[in-house]
């Protein structure tokens, strides 16, 4: 027998499938915390992040994405936290901010297992130093290996750095638009 059939869902279980369900309905559009929280009926705390995290997981495990949360490109939501669902194969341009932040994350996370690992080689007192100093430089190794993201990185964001420059300069545009059409300028006399 498996689990589904033995007993119902955990509690953290059944909030990570309601915002699964919620997201999934919103694929790839601009969602936050709070957004979440009014749609799934969570409140905006430990709880709903703990969904989000189970829910990124099972995204994953689906061949979907669920982005990490970063500040919005939208002008009306500038600054403003938000995360992305994207259905498997449907992810567009705007994830490689995503992919860049991730693979940024796990370099920083491979220095720092390579300087631990050194350091603790290095050490006189340590359980077994040589294990330590093998994953010393595998981490070194791999570093090296993907040392060339930031280079393509810095190629992808240049792209995109320039199409966004220009869709704020048109959504600034656009809104200043909606500003005269609405607040039209006092006739002069």
Request: positive net charge; aromatic residues 4%.
């Amino acid at each position: 027998m498996s689990r589904a059939e033995d007993k119902p869902p955990t509690r953290a279980e059944q909030d990570a499938v309601d915002v699964l369900l919620w997201l999934y309905a919103r694929a790839g559009h601009e969602v936050s915390y709070q957004d979440i929280s009014a749609g799934v009926g969570l409140p905006d705390g430990s709880r709903l992040r703990s969904a989000v995290r189970r829910a990124r997981v099972a995204a994953a495990h689906d061949g979907h994405r669920l982005e990490q949360f970063m500040r919005s490109k939208d002008p009306l939501r500038r600054q403003k936290m938000v995360t992305r669902f994207h259905r498997a194969g449907q992810g567009d341009e705007f994830g490689a901010r995503d992919a860049l932040l991730a693979c940024r994350k796990s370099v920083a996370s491979m220095a720092e297992m390579q300087r631990a690992c050194a350091f603790e080689a290095a050490n006189p007192n340590s359980v077994d130093a040589e294990a330590f100093s093998k994953m010393a430089e595998t981490a070194d190794g791999a570093m090296r290996m993907v040392s060339g993201v930031e280079g393509l990185g810095s190629k992808v964001m240049k792209n995109q750095r320039t199409r966004t420059q220009m869709a704020e300069r048109i959504a600034d545009l656009e809104a200043q638009v909606v500003q005269l059409s609405t607040h039209p300028p006092a006739a002069s006399a």
